[in-house]
């Protein structure tokens, strides 16, 4: 109670390091079910800037076909594609990330082995569906 | 013991202090209904977009001018539009401390997601109407 009527700023300060810390990241070893839902963030945060191409190409495209040309162009330049890549990588990973949101709403999923699968299938679903739609694309062309 | 049923505490009074309240439930909702209409949407956007591979800029709008390309992609491009201002909007609460910048950085926020929003309401309707 003594502490109580002595004025904030005259009481003996207490270090930051003293004070008792709940354990943060760098007190586990990396786990795979951490690691997909660290993904899912960082993945959401790269398709929010990201989404600057989806517009950029729809404006092009309701410009006229200069512009068009030279979204294109760009597009489709090794560096393009490899923008695209990791773009439609983030996006189906993200997706993936999201069933598995899905599943564990409905309250199942949460044990460890489960747990581990899901996080694989992720990963696994992720890369596959973007592999799949490059080979698609590349068909197409 | 103030849990007891003839407590003279309020209702209020006992939960009063015991955390946050900041949205409850209401921000896990609307990012899950986001999602799955995002999710749905995102297989027929992929679709689209094959269908679009190698065309040149005649065929990609003709394409695109269509009512079902056009509503879908207004669909898309708006759902995620308000996915992402909700899903930046968690990460930026978790990630800035200080007051100030945090407000900031939620404006910067809603700004740019509505103009993502806007810009790609007015690229789809000018290729569906002009």
């Known amino acids: 109670m003594a502490e109580a009527s002595t004025p904030a700023d005259k009481r003996p300060r207490v270090s930051a390091a003293e004070r008792p810390l709940s354990p943060h990241l760098q007190i586990y070893r990396p786990m795979l079910t951490m690691m997909m839902s660290i993904t899912h963030r960082i993945t959401g945060a790269a398709l929010y800037l990201g989404s600057l191409l989806l517009v950029w190409w729809l404006l092009a495209l309701a410009t006229d076909a200069r512009a068009f040309q030279f979204a294109t162009d760009i597009l489709t330049s090794w560096f393009g594609r490899l923008v695209l890549f990791g773009f439609t990588l983030a996006l189906f990973t993200h997706f993936m990330g999201g069933l598995r949101h899905f599943v564990w709403d409905t309250g199942r999923g949460m044990e460890h082995p489960q747990r581990e699968w899901l996080a694989q299938a992720t990963l696994v679903g992720g890369v596959g569906l973007t592999l799949l739609v490059w080979i698609a694309a590349y068909a197409l062309r | ?130």
Not at chain 2, 72 to 93: K, P, V
Not at chain 2, 112 to 118: E, M, S, Y
């Open chain 2, 1 to 130: 013991m103030s849990n007891a049923p003839n407590s003279l505490r309020t209702p209020l009074s006992r939960i009063r202090h015991l955390g946050s309240a900041r949205s409850g439930t209401g921000h896990l909702w609307a990012m899950r209904v986001t999602a799955v209409a995002l999710a749905l949407l995102l297989i027929a956007v992929t679709i689209l977009m094959l269908t679009l591979v190698g065309q040149d800029y005649n065929a990609v709008r003709a394409t695109m001018a269509r009512p079902l390309p056009a509503i879908l992609m207004l669909a898309f491009t708006l759902t995620a539009a308000y996915h992402m201002m909700i899903g930046m909007r968690t990460i930026i609460e978790d990630y800035v401390p200080n007051d100030h910048q945090r407000e900031w950085a939620l404006i910067g926020n809603a700004l740019f997601c509505g103009a993502v929003a806007l810009a790609s309401v007015y690229a789809v309707l000018k290729i569906s109407f002009v």
